[in-house]
């Protein structure tokens, strides 16, 4: 069976008098090892489709499964743990907590694994060594870099041993070539086993992986795999 | 579910990340709760001082004075005001003595004289007593003795003095064996009384006892001569004797001197009532300085509930991806309530810590005693953490049902 398993996904929202369709009826599935875009403009409900991906939201009808977990029918605290143990997000503005450091800020999701503190302190030490930013865990997030700064938070993202990462725009705030920095970094990281999809609206990102899913009005229009060759042979 | 311990980490973290903000938030409880410390204590010593000065006058004590009391009024006429109001006797006194749960009857006659001594003069309350006058009132003599009845009976001319009159007449020696001088006459000092210290404005200490039938026959007025007595002394045998006594010798004196109730021509007072009239009086007097206090207790919750508020709006942002990392409801909740829980509490122990210490200065310069009980801090303390708990749910609550989604999204 497939890591996720996406059949007929509507979502509804009521504007007023409006009733939107955000999802308009969405399947498709994605394997265990698969990197895939999920590519749109924006209002073609590719955020929609990531907040369910994430257990953030919950689909209005169909049915969507996630390492075995019906995200329709788990309660706010099933949803919670969901996103700790199984879901490693990533955004486009990092999101670290500004007082804490580059390794407390990876440690986050295991403080609410309830994981111990010196198990905590390992796991988040590896992490930053693995992403390459050993030599900075003790700094706060204002005295790294902008690409410095999504690898803590793909760090962080990591520090569950997630089944997915969900990255939002992971290159968006970055320059182009911290921004394929980041993606050598995810590619890196599938070549090691990692399940991963990434929303975005650029092309340029989309065909950095393997596969490209393409939205419009709540709908798939197309779903196909990339030529990664070319794109192969110039970064790794 | 997030530890206890990363709980308490977080939260400490948050309050000492606005250091300024969390001070000014937690002095609102720390006036808060010192006012109330303060007041309370305040009162409360306030309330040992009237309870102790009462009993100082004697335990188990009834007085019975001439001239009646009228409606909560003073006492109208005391003894040589006027005339008609030599109303007790010496032999009222000994009819007394016959009653039930008498332990001791002590008659006395006061009277105004100079005393001289050394060249110093001094202008202290002279009162003609019986030996058993310092057994109704819980006296000891500090130095030197007391009189006897032997004595007493034959006037002789001896007096033992109050520790003001003593203080003064005599600064530098050892009165017991010297001898002053009242009204033209001689008198040998046989002892000093321990010190009484002050009951309301009275100094007690500022008094010469003498014997009875000398204080009549030599010292009092032409009023203070004949048969009558300015005050009689009743001590009961215990306290729970002491109101039934109270009735019966209520009931012997109007049959001896042939008046109706609501007619009298004597009072008798009892200490324990009014002692406990009094203690009512300034225990009505805490809880009012005390309420009024902890209005501003409550004023100092409302600012808590306030700067919680504005955290959750400007960490809006922070508590949707700590929900997305997979904090849950009751992670986000506890976290908020705790900050404001350990603002409180902070608050509560610092405004203990100076509660008290204005207690202190406050009893000093009143001259009253500290009163402080633990069960009271203790109070204070967990009055301050209620506060914390009842002013802080509301901005949890907000925290904590925040949709991740909309959180994540604001800037």
Redesign the interface.
């Given at each position: 069976m497939a890591l996720i398993e996406a059949d007929n996904l509507t979502k509804l929202y009521r504007m007023g008098d409006e009733t939107v369709h955000a999802l308009a009826g969405v399947s498709f599935s994605i394997p265990q090892r698969d990197y895939c875009a999920i590519v749109g403009p924006s209002g073609s409900g590719k955020s929609t489709l990531m907040?369910i991906l994430?257990g953030?939201?919950t689909p209005s009808d169909g049915r969507i499964t996630i390492a075995g977990n019906d995200i329709g029918a788990m309660s706010?605290?099933d949803l919670?743990?969901f996103?700790?143990?199984t879901i490693g997000?990533v955004?486009q503005s990092f999101?670290l907590?500004p007082?804490l450091t580059a390794l407390e800020n990876v440690e986050?999701?295991m403080?609410?694994?309830?994981v111990l503190?010196k198990e905590r302190h390992e796991r988040a030490a590896g992490l930053l060594q693995r992403v390459g930013l050993g030599e900075r865990m003790a700094h706060r997030p204002t005295q790294l870099s902008g690409g410095q700064q999504q690898r803590v938070a793909i760090a962080?993202a990591l520090a569950?041993q997630p089944a997915l990462i969900l990255a939002d725009e992971p290159t968006g705030a970055l320059d182009t070539n911290t921004g394929v920095e980041i993606l050598g970094l995810f590619d890196q990281l599938n070549h090691e086993g990692a399940t991963i999809v990434v929303v975005t609206h650029d092309h340029d990102v989309a065909r950095a992986t393997k596969r490209t899913i393409e939205m419009r009005d709540g709908r798939i229009v197309s779903d196909h795999l990339n030529d990664r060759s070319a794109r192969h042979d110039a970064h790794v | 579910m997030m530890r206890t311990s990363d709980l308490v980490a977080s939260a400490g973290r948050a309050l000492r990340a606005n250091p300024m903000r969390s001070a000014l938030t937690a002095l609102g409880v720390i006036i808060g709760v010192a006012s109330v410390v303060a007041m309370v204590a305040l009162g409360s010593g306030a309330q040992a001082q009237v309870e102790r000065s009462i009993a100082s006058l004697g335990s188990n004590l009834l007085i019975v004075v001439p001239g009646a009391m009228r409606g909560g009024g003073g006492v109208r006429g005391q003894a040589g005001a006027g005339g008609g109001w030599d109303s007790l006797t010496m032999d009222d006194a000994e009819a007394i003595t016959q009653l039930e749960n008498v332990a001791v009857v002590a008659p006395s006659q006061r009277a105004r004289a100079q005393v001289i001594a050394n060249g110093l003069n001094w202008n202290p309350e002279v009162n003609g007593v019986t030996p058993d006058f310092l057994i109704a009132r819980d006296w000891e003599v500090a130095r030197g003795r007391m009189f006897d009845e032997t004595e007493e009976r034959q006037a002789r001319r001896i007096v033992v003095l109050g520790r003001t009159v003593a203080d003064n007449l005599f600064p530098n020696m050892d009165p017991v064996g010297q001898s002053v001088r009242m009204n033209g006459g001689t008198y040998e000092v046989i002892g000093v009384l321990e010190s009484k210290g002050q009951s309301g404005f009275q100094d007690q200490d500022d008094i010469v006892l003498a014997p009875l039938t000398t204080v009549k026959r030599r010292i009092a007025g032409r009023r203070g001569r004949g048969d009558t007595v300015s005050q009689i002394s009743v001590k009961a045998e215990s306290e729970q004797v002491l109101n039934r006594l109270q009735e019966d010798v209520e009931n012997l004196l109007r049959q001896r001197h042939r008046t109706r109730e609501g007619e009298d021509d004597f009072t008798v007072q009892n200490l324990s009532s009014i002692s406990e009239t009094m203690a009512q009086t300034t225990g009505v007097f805490t809880a009012l300085l005390g309420g009024i206090s902890a209005v501003s207790l409550l004023v100092g919750g409302i600012g808590i509930m306030n700067i919680m508020l504005v955290s959750v709006t400007e960490r809006t942002r922070e508590i949707g991806l700590r929900k997305a990392l997979g904090a849950r409801q009751s992670d986000i909740l506890h976290q908020f309530g705790l900050e404001a829980v350990t603002l409180s509490v902070a608050g509560g122990i610092i405004g203990l810590v100076i509660g008290v210490a204005g207690a202190w200065g406050m009893t000093t310069l009143f001259n009253l005693p500290l009163v402080v009980s633990p069960l009271n801090a203790g109070l204070a303390i967990a009055f301050s953490g209620l506060v914390g708990v009842v002013f802080g749910a509301y901005p949890a609550w907000r925290a904590a049902k925040l949709d991740p989604i909309e959180a994540l999204r604001r800037e």
């Open positions: 907040n994430g953030l939201d706010d605290d919670a743990i996103r700790n143990q997000f955004f999101n907590l007082r986050l999701p403080i609410y694994g309830g503190p962080r569950g | -």
